[in-house]
């Protein structure tokens, strides 16, 4: 049997305001393809479908165009569990029509623990897979809050929950494959003791105080294989070649611009499974471009004449003032297919930010002084200054009207 894991679709999710349908739409074009045409039989999704709990109907549209367009191909069975960025009762509504379809979608956990235990069969009605299908286990789902907790008492018990909880699923499962030599795979989505995150790849934490407390002891050794959601950064846990996450299939900021992005391909031989990393193609292209004024004119010339769509980020790292840096990057790139969707002044940035004393943070700062130290950095003269000051209070004042407010 041939099963695909990915998970962390985030369907919907912008890039420093800009829309990216069209990169995900060819994802999963390219899912389509790949499935029919290596004969894929079952598809496991762990969660993070869509990135926010109200995803657009653009998002939705990709979502159940992909489904749609599965069914009855060679992938007879597609297993999805949500994430924390999804809405367990979105996934949720459209079930039990789902499931006439082998589409087993599983939003939330149950009183019923057997409702996340899927019995994948065969076209006879034997069955040749377990799969414990976990969703993404809120605090409400196992914990019960007592007066009086103290934060380790609550952390202890969210742990204790999401062990007690998989030691269940794994346990029923077991004993449903009654000593056939038939896989069982676990789904979860959750962050694990010593899982690799970088910075701007949008993982948020799940559990305030326990993050990456999750160990994966937690996981049966019955278990054949574990099928992760949650970490972008495709990797295994442990180094175990059983435990793994599959990461994001598009980069989700420019940290993960340069990442590897990969599904896992596994291959069953009886309770067996075999793990192949199949490297993905490069849906849309990001670039982070950073360094001193000729480090980056360079680079942009360079990347311009690449005649590529890419969107890009450009942070100046350089000790010499750059007043003009924010116009110079978008003269440069005007006119090519490079889209420039943010841009930073690293010596602005943290000459308005450095703290005069010991104890300051941004919190004690009015917006009148970061204001006026961003002047300052940047060595604007008095004469500007009064009329610069004159510009910004207007805009404030004029930021602070209800009306105003009432309008945007």
């Not at 979502?63 to 007879?76: A, E, K, M, P, T």
């Not at 994966?216 to 959601?229: K, M, N, R, T, W």
Request: with cysteine.
């Amino acid at each position: 049997m041939k099963i695909i894991h990915t998970s962390d679709w985030h369907l919907g999710r912008l890039l420093h305001g800009r829309k990216r349908y069209e990169a995900f739409k060819r994802f999963l074009e390219w899912m389509i393809d790949y499935i029919k045409e290596n004969k894929i039989q079952v598809l496991l999704i762990s969660g993070d479908i869509f990135d926010t709990n109200t995803p657009s109907n653009t998002a939705l549209e990709l979502y159940y165009q992909f489904l749609g367009n599965l069914i009855n191909s060679v992938c007879r069975h597609i297993i999805i569990i949500a994430g924390n960025h999804d809405s367990p009762a979105l996934l949720n509504a459209p079930k039990e029509l789902l499931r006439y379809f082998n589409i087993h979608v599983i939003g939330s956990i149950s009183d019923d623990i057997s409702d996340e235990i899927i019995e994948v069969k065969d076209h006879v009605g034997i069955t040749k897979l377990i799969v414990c299908a976990v969703p993404f286990l809120r605090d409400r789902d196992i914990r019960c809050a007592e007066a009086g907790e103290s934060i380790q008492d609550k952390e202890k018990k969210m742990l204790d929950g999401i062990k007690n909880h998989y030691e269940a699923v794994c346990t029923l499962a077991n004993q449903r494959r009654n000593g056939a030599e038939i896989p069982v795979i676990v789904m979860g989505h959750l962050f694990t003791a010593g899982g690799k995150v970088v910075e701007d790849d949008g993982v948020r934490e799940l559990y305030i105080g326990s993050l990456a407390h999750v160990h994966h002891q937690i996981f049966s050794e019955e278990v054949d294989y574990v099928a992760l959601g949650h970490l972008h950064v495709p990797q295994k846990v442990a180094q175990s070649e059983k435990i793994r996450y599959s990461g994001s299939p598009l980069a989700m900021g420019f940290g993960e611009a340069r990442q590897r992005k990969i599904i896992c391909l596994l291959e069953t031989e009886g309770k067996k499974v075999n793990v192949s990393e199949i490297t993905l193609p490069v849906f849309q292209q990001l670039e982070s471009i950073r360094g001193d004024k000729s480090e980056i004119l360079q680079k942009l010339e360079k990347l311009v004449l690449r005649d590529e769509e890419i969107l890009a980020e450009v942070i100046y790292t350089g000790e010499e003032i750059w007043s003009d840096f924010k116009t110079i990057v978008e003269s440069i790139v005007s006119g090519s297919k490079i889209d420039v969707v943010r841009t930073k002044n690293m010596r602005t940035f943290n000459a308005i930010f450095q703290r005069e004393e010991s104890r300051e943070t941004l919190d004690e700062l009015s917006k009148e002084e970061v204001f006026k130290r961003c002047l300052t950095a940047n060595q604007i003269s008095q004469e500007e200054q009064a009329e610069l000051n004159q510009t910004f209070s207007e805009a404030i004042t004029l930021l602070d009207n209800p009306e105003f407010q009432d309008n945007l």
